[in-house]
């Protein structure tokens, strides 16, 4: 694809389901990041996979919420046990390589937990 | 860790003025400072960024900063439109395979 696809774009849950969301980043990009933000707010760092290296999972709130990336490509954030405070637009990006700045985002999933 | 600290919040301009946006880092080691927009219901874009080697970068309308002494970067936009009316984030990271910080964003309003 041309672009950084992320699904399902809107996802309405019950508090205490677990959650998956996905992203597919653009084609040969070995960096991808998880961002969140909520209502008005700004772009809180997640998670960040690069190429075969360990990710860096600093910015995980808390151990109900997981990422893996598999084969170097298609990512999976994984959100256990929903609390309403989760509810939020979960942004996935990529970058080209590792030396390269420029970060290419999904249109996003939005998360509602009732 | 990198933290980004972005002012204003908000900020409103009439239409033909200038609109200034700061930004604060804190990892000296920081060497590559990106502006993003984020038009509202979209994702946001690149428009424009700087690596520590040069002082100012411009396109068009639209010019960047750094004072690498200071940890301090700024976003320049000149001959504002109503198009230019959007949330502008700052980021900071390092080249090499770390991750990208951003700041908190400015709402920018631009009245015609």
């Known amino acids: 694809g041309a672009g950084v696809s992320q699904s399902p774009s809107n996802k309405v849950t019950e508090k205490g389901k677990d959650v998956e969301l996905r992203c597919d980043p653009i084609?040969?990009?070995?960096?991808l990041y998880w961002y969140r933000q909520s209502l008005g707010q700004g772009l809180e760092f997640l998670i960040y996979?690069?190429?075969?290296?360990?990710?860096?999972k600093s910015g995980l709130p808390s151990d109900r919420f997981s990422a893996e990336r598999t084969g170097g490509s298609v990512s999976t954030l994984t959100i256990q046990r929903t609390q309403q405070e989760d509810s939020a637009v979960y942004l996935c990006?990529?970058?080209?390589?590792?030396?390269?700045?420029?970060?290419?985002f999904g249109e996003g999933s939005r998360l509602t937990v009732l | 860790g990198e933290n980004v600290e972005q002012h204003p919040s908000t900020l409103s301009v009439q239409e033909g003025d200038s609109a200034v946006i700061k930004c604060t880092y804190s990892?000296?080691?920081?060497?590559?400072f990106p502006w993003y927009k984020q038009e509202l219901g979209k994702r946001p874009q690149l428009i424009i960024d700087?690596?520590?080697?040069?002082g100012e970068k411009k396109d068009q309308r639209i010019a960047v900063t750094l004072n690498k002494t200071a940890k301090h970067f700024s976003l320049h936009i000149t001959e504002t439109q109503p198009e230019d009316s959007a949330v502008y984030f700052c980021?900071?990271?390092?080249?090499?395979?770390?991750?990208?910080?951003f700041g908190a964003g400015t709402r920018l309003f631009v009245k015609a």
């Open positions: 980021a900071a990271s390092i080249t090499g395979g770390f991750k990208t910080i």
């Open positions: 990006a990529s970058s080209l390589t590792r030396n390269t700045g420029e970060l290419f």
């Open positions: 990892d000296s080691a920081s060497n590559y």
């Open positions: 700087i690596r520590s080697n040069v």
């Open positions: 084609s040969g990009h070995t960096a």
């Open positions: 996979f690069q190429g075969n290296s360990a990710p860096d």
